[in-house]
Antibody
Framework: QVQLQESGPGLVKPSETLSLTCTVS????????WSWIRQPPGKGLQWIGYIYYSGRTSYNPSLKSRVSISVDTSKNQFSLRVSSVTAADTAVYYCARHSRDSSAWYVFDYWGQGTLVTVSS | QSVLTQPPSVSAAPGQKVTISCSGS????????VSWYQQLPGTAPKLLIY???NRPSGIPDRFSGSKSGTSATLGITGLQTGDEADYYCGTWDSSLSAVVFGGGTKVTVL
C-alpha cells in the first residue's frame, strides 16, 4: 500500500532554514502531484505547495517567497525547504499524495504521519 | 481566519445524525470541487469525501457530502464514538491561487 514518511530535524533556530524530506513507498513519485501541508499546534490546515514529478511547482502565495519544493525521482522522495523561519512556522508538517481518482487535482488521498517542527532558539 | 467557514463544534448522541457546514464564495466553493477530511486525535487527516459527494474506497456510506452554490455540507449518520474527530473541508481558491481549508469542526458524541 502507499505510504509516505516525513523526516528531518524537529528543532530549527529562528532565521534558519527548515528542511524536510518525504519518502514514498508503494507508489512511484514519477506520477502526478505531491504536496506539503502544515498544521500549527491546535490550529487548522495550511497548504504549502505542490510539486509535479516533472519538477513543476506551485506554492501558496502567503509563503511563496520563503518556500522551495524539490523532487528526487531516483530516491522516490520530495523535499521542502522553508527559509527565514520564525515561531509562526512551528507546526506539524505533512506530506501528501494527490488523488488520481478525483476530477480535481487539489484532493489529497494519502498523507504521511506528520512531523512536528519547532522553531526556537 | 480561514477562507472557508465551519462551525467550531457539533454534537449528537450515538446513532443520531450530524451535519457540518462549510461556507465559502464564488472564488472557491462556488466554482470548484469540495473535499472533506477526518482527523482523529493525534493522527494525520484522512480523505472522506472528494468531488463534493464521492467516497473513496473503504469509507462507509454513513458519510455523505453535498454542495449547493457557495456552501457544502458533510453528513454523518448512525454516529459512533469512533467518529469523534476534527473534520475539515477543502477546495481551490482561484483568487488566492491556493488550496484552502476550513477552520475545522470538532464532532463530539454525547
Amino acid at each position: 500500500q502507499v505510504q509516505l514518511q516525513e523526516s528531518g530535524p524537529g528543532l530549527v533556530k529562528p532565521s534558519e532554514t527548515l528542511s524536510l524530506t518525504c519518502t514514498v513507498s508503494g507508489d512511484s513519485i514519477s506520477t502526478y502531484y505531491w504536496s506539503w501541508i502544515r498544521q500549527p499546534p491546535g490550529k487548522g490546515l495550511q497548504w504549502i505547495g505542490y510539486i509535479y514529478y516533472s519538477g513543476r511547482t506551485s506554492y501558496n502565495p502567503s509563503l511563496k517567497s520563503r518556500v522551495s519544493i524539490s523532487v528526487d525521482t531516483s530516491k522516490n522522495q520530495f523535499s521542502l525547504r522553508v527559509s527565514s523561519v520564525t515561531a509562526a512556522d512551528t507546526a506539524v508538517y505533512y506530506c501528501a499524495r494527490h488523488s488520481r481518482d478525483s476530477s480535481a487535482w487539489y484532493v489529497f488521498d494519502y498523507w504521511g504521519q506528520g512531523t512536528l517542527v519547532t522553531v526556537s532558539s | 481566519q480561514s477562507v472557508l467557514t465551519q462551525p467550531p463544534s457539533v454534537s449528537a448522541a450515538p446513532g443520531q445524525k450530524v451535519t457540518i457546514s462549510c461556507s465559502g464564495s464564488s472564488s472557491n466553493i462556488g466554482n470548484n470541487y469540495v473535499s472533506w477530511y477526518q482527523q482523529l486525535p493525534g493522527t494525520a487527516p484522512k480523505l472522506l469525501i472528494y468531488d463534493n459527494n464521492n467516497r473513496p474506497s473503504g469509507i462507509p456510506d454513513r458519510f455523505s457530502g453535498s454542495k449547493s452554490g457557495t456552501s457544502a455540507t458533510l453528513g454523518i449518520t448512525g454516529l459512533q464514538t469512533g467518529d469523534e474527530a476534527d473534520y475539515y473541508c477543502g477546495t481551490w481558491d482561484s483568487s488566492l491561487s491556493a488550496v484552502v481549508f476550513g477552520g475545522g469542526t470538532k464532532v463530539t458524541v454525547l
